[in-house]
T-cell receptor, first 115, second 114 residues
């Protein structure tokens, strides 16, 4: 069964550093997403991406965050100048069409720890 | 706007017993409803979804859920729990015209006792 692959599985970074979280969506999917889950809290939507641009973003997704599809396979989330409160599990997802009725496929997540 | 409430952050059942995980939602438009499962160190896996049509939805691993509009509920059930069902379960909602965004509940950790 096709999978969404995320790397690394764990990342530890110092406060103020930049991190890039990487995702390889399913090859024929066109819509890409990032969600995060702070420990003990709900899974929260960050951003959706289609046709090389952001289609929706939440209030969490401020200027500190950016997304990119640098080539035909990778989808990245960059966090500039990380803060302690950015520590969370970050999930990438993809879907073949717009609209949640199609369902997403989620990756296993990257646990980011900011120290 | 949508929101989801999952009653009970932890549920413990005996192997072979009925599993019932509760989910209530609010939505200003007709909802799409989802249950996801997360096993340790794994991603979120779709168990089942309701979009339109039959209100009783069957999913993988013997789970099913019923959409009850009058109760704004989408509870997840399984007649007989198995040890392998131990995981965290998330209910999620989106509006049918709300684009791509899922709103998740807080999750329920299911423990299965032998």
């Amino acid at each position: 069964e096709p999978e969404v692959t995320q790397t690394p599985s764990h990342q530890v970074t110092q406060m103020g550093q930049e991190v890039i979280l990487r995702c390889v969506p399913i090859s024929n999917h066109l819509y890409f997403y990032w969600y995060r889950q702070i420990l003990g809290q709900k899974v929260e939507f960050l951003v959706s991406f289609y046709n090389n641009e952001i289609s929706e973003k939440s209030e969490i997704f401020d200027d500190q965050f950016s997304v990119e599809r640098p080539d035909g396979s990778n989808f990245t989330l960059k966090i500039r100048s990380t803060k302690l409160e950015d520590s969370a599990m970050y999930f990438c997802a993809s879907s073949e069409a717009r609209g949640t009725g199609y369902g997403y496929t989620f990756g296993s997540g990257t646990r980011l720890t900011v120290v | 706007a949508q929101s989801v409430t999952q009653l009970g952050s932890h549920v413990s059942v005996s192997e072979g017993a009925l599993v019932l995980l509760r989910c209530n939602y609010s939505s200003s438009v007709p909802p799409y409803l989802f249950w996801y499962v997360q096993y340790p160190n794994q991603g979120l896996q779709l168990l089942l979804k309701y979009t339109t049509g039959a209100t009783l939805v069957k999913g993988i691993n013997g789970f099913e859920a019923e959409f009850k509009k009058s109760e704004t509920s989408f509870h997840l059930t399984k007649p007989s729990a198995h040890m392998s069902d131990a995981a965290e379960y998330f209910c999620a909602v989106s509006g049918y015209n709300a684009g791509n965004m899922l709103t998740f509940g807080g999750g329920t950790r299911l423990m299965v006792k032998p």
